[in-house]
């Protein structure tokens, strides 16, 4: 192992595979792998407990006093909100489909970035996301930017769907992740965006062990 902790940030557009590599890729190195999308998609959850039109007025007043927390223990991600766990509830079509405008807000982001940053600083983390790279951890000393077709993102996205019982059309999920893709790139705050610094990588036609191969030579390369 490497005697400097290091900061990993993945960025990249939804159903990339960052979920799945950075999760293996952190139970190898011994990290701690923190999902921020996870915690955007806590918001829209709790927004949508409201029972009302999603608004960005409401979505700003739920933002103001949630209590959103991560527990990362045993290779698994546990999602809080205000005490209650919600891991599962989080990942619906219905939070999906609001969770960009969500994002898309300074208040609600800079709550959570405030978070972000706070469970990196000990090192030992691979965080992904959107932003991370470019504006949550700058310093990290190690950026991954992590892609692959549309064609191919929707496919992934329908497979997981359809294991969780979900009947969407493959059609329609390719429509929904374009249409995150371009509301997550063109938006005015921290926009996706792959950093200047950072290393693409294109997993189209390749395997989960070989993408997880090439993160782990990345971060042993950093940690000499
Ligand atoms: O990775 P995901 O699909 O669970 O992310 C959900 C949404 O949250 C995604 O549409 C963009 C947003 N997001 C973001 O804006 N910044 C991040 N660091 C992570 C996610």
């Known amino acids: 192992m490497f005697l400097k902790k290091l900061v990993v940030a993945i960025d990249g557009p939804a159903g990339a595979g960052k979920s799945t ?26 927004t949508l407990q409201r029972k009302a039109d999603v608004t960005d007025a409401l979505i700003l007043g739920v933002v103001k006093d949630i209590d959103v927390r991560l527990a990362y223990k045993d290779g698994v991600t546990q999602v809080f909100v205000d005490g209650q766990e919600i891991t599962g509830e989080i990942r619906t079509p219905e939070v999906s489909h609001i969770v960009s405008q969500v994002a898309a807000l300074g208040p609600v982001r800079e709550k959570m970035v405030d978070l972000q940053r706070q469970m990196a600083t000990e090192g030992g983390v691979l965080m992904d996301g959107r932003d991370i790279a470019t504006h949550v951890l700058p310093n990290a000393d190690v950026k991954i930017f992590l892609t692959a077709s549309i064609e191919e993102r929707a496919q992934r996205r329908w497979k997981e769907m359809k294991e969780k019982g979900y009947d969407m059309s493959l059609e329609e999920l390719q429509k929904d992740i374009a249409a995150r893709d371009k509301a997550d790139s063109e938006r005015e705050i921290s926009p996706l965006v792959q950093a200047d610094d950072a290393t693409l990588l294109d997993t189209t036609g390749l395997s989960i062990d070989e993408v997880v191969a090439r993160i782990l030579a990345m971060c042993s390369e950093a940690g000499r």
Do not use: H, N, P, S
């Open 21 to 46: 590599v950075a999760k293996l890729a952190a139970k190898e190195l011994g990290y701690t792998y923190i999902d921020t999308g996870a915690m955007y998609r806590a918001v829209a959850w709790k």
